[in-house]
């Protein structure tokens, strides 16, 4: 999934956090998986400080990361009305409202894209564990 994810540019961002995080091998390892993926500007909303403490502290990093992905590959029905647990170990809401879908407090920008092993979704918000 990162690879892939490193073709896209409006995902660079999130693909250097992974790359810092030391989470590029699993997620190209892990199988079926749906990722909800911030795009750049996403994370551009954090504040520079939060954002620099966040990828100074690697356990973090890896729990704000965890927390966008869940096990198995999630089509849009799917994410109508959902709750799942995310790899981070905490709840995920998802809901759908017309033809917007809200997964935690994100907008869904494009999604249901396939890779060798998830399913992806771009986000406009970077979710936090108990957020």
């Known amino acids: 999934m990162a690879t892939a994810a490193s073709h896209v540019p409006d995902l660079s961002t999130l693909v250097a956090m992974a790359k810092k ?9 892990a199988t079926d998986i749906t990722i909800f993926a911030p795009n750049n500007a996403a994370f551009d909303k954090i504040p520079k400080a939060e954002r620099d ?6 356990n973090e990093l890896t729990k704000v990361l965890t927390y966008h992905i869940i096990q198995g590959r999630k089509t849009p029905a799917d994410l109508e009305k959902g709750d799942f647990t995310t790899l981070e170990g905490d709840k995920l809401t998802t809901t759908r409202s017309g033809d917007s ?3 935690g407090n994100a907008q869904l920008v ?10 992806l979704y771009i986000i406009d918000s970077v979710l936090k564990p108990g957020g």
């Open 21 to 29: 995080a030391g989470l590029v091998e699993a997620l190209n390892s």
């Open 53 to 58: 403490k966040l990828l100074a502290n690697r």
């Open 101 to 103: 879908y809200k997964i």
């Open 110 to 119: 494009c999604g249901n894209l396939q890779t060798r092993n998830a399913t």
